[in-house]
């Protein structure tokens, strides 16, 4: 059974740091795209980061680029977003998703399959 179960998030001051994760199972990373989507409350979703088995990486959200990393360790099948310089809009709950498949969609991925989220809140 696919499971996407992310940790990680809490309060945490406005220029500060946070590394979310997120377990996969039930599924081949290295046939999917992998990423983070957010909502922030009132707002529509918005696409994060995105990473191809590929290696391929894509930060979506233009206030990230350069502030938002995504990677992950195959050995432990998790998934991470490390995110510096936090800010108080980016205070939102944080998906861990899954594509249909191996490519990173632009504008934006087609998610197939996500996890419960994590909040993030960013006090400014």
């Known amino acids: 059974q696919l499971r996407l179960v992310e940790s990680g998030g809490g309060l945490v001051q406005a220029g500060g740091s946070l590394r979310l994760s997120c377990a996969m199972s039930?599924?081949?990373?290295?046939?999917?795209?992998i990423g983070w989507f957010r909502q922030a409350p009132g707002k529509e979703r918005e696409a994060v980061a995105c990473?191809?088995?590929?290696?391929?990486?894509?930060i979506y959200v233009d206030s990230g680029k350069g502030r938002f990393m995504i990677s992950r360790d195959t050995s432990k099948s998790t998934l991470y977003l490390q995110a510096y310089f936090l800010r108080a809009d980016d205070t939102a709950d944080y998906y861990c998703?899954?594509?249909?498949?191996?490519?990173?969609?632009?504008?934006?991925?087609?998610?197939?399959?996500w996890g419960k989220g994590t909040l993030v809140t960013v006090s400014s």
């Open positions: 998703a899954r594509a249909y498949g191996p490519i990173c969609g632009e504008p934006e991925p087609a998610w197939e399959h």
């Open positions: 039930g599924f081949s990373v290295d046939r999917y795209a």
């Open positions: 990473l191809q088995p590929t290696g391929r990486r894509l």
